[in-house]
């Protein structure tokens, strides 16, 4: 499939999972490395002083990974929080590390080298 190809697929499937016009995909490959670029604003941060660098909350890892998406499920999971409170923060070492992992058990190539960058804008998902 082409870049172009994927990313309408996968905007189609946000449109349906989280709403039309909330989130804007694309996708970009050279040579070694994926993008995987969601566009999207958030207040929560910054209204809760998240650091950037370190933590996401819950939507946006559910977002990037379709987690309950028509039933799909991470082989390995993400820490979710108890009793379903929503939203919450996570560190984005342990999103990492199931995105990882579950790549790794769904038949996915192994994720050598993955770069998360959030902001209030877009959650930018860089692998090798």
């Known amino acids: 499939m082409t870049d172009q190809e994927i990313g309408d697929a996968v905007q189609e499937d946000l449109d349906d999972y989280i709403g039309e016009g909330k989130v804007n995909f694309s996708?970009?490959?050279?040579?070694?490395?994926?993008?995987?670029?969601?566009?999207r604003f958030t207040n929560y941060y910054k209204q809760n002083n998240i650091d950037l660098s370190k933590d996401m909350i819950d939507a946006?890892?559910?977002?990037?990974?379709?987690?309950?998406?028509?039933g799909f499920l991470?082989?390995?999971k993400f820490p979710i929080a108890p009793f379903g409170y929503s939203p919450y923060t996570l560190g984005q070492f342990d999103f990492k590390m199931a995105y990882k992992e579950s790549a790794e058990l769904l038949g996915v190539d192994k994720v050598k080298w993955m770069k998360m960058e959030v902001s209030h804008y877009s959650v930018v998902i860089r692998i090798k």
């Open 60 to 70: 946006d890892a559910f977002m990037v990974t379709g987690e309950d998406y028509n």
């Open 27 to 39: 996708i970009h490959t050279d040579s070694n490395m994926i993008s995987l670029i969601f566009i």
């Open 74 to 76: 991470l082989p390995y």
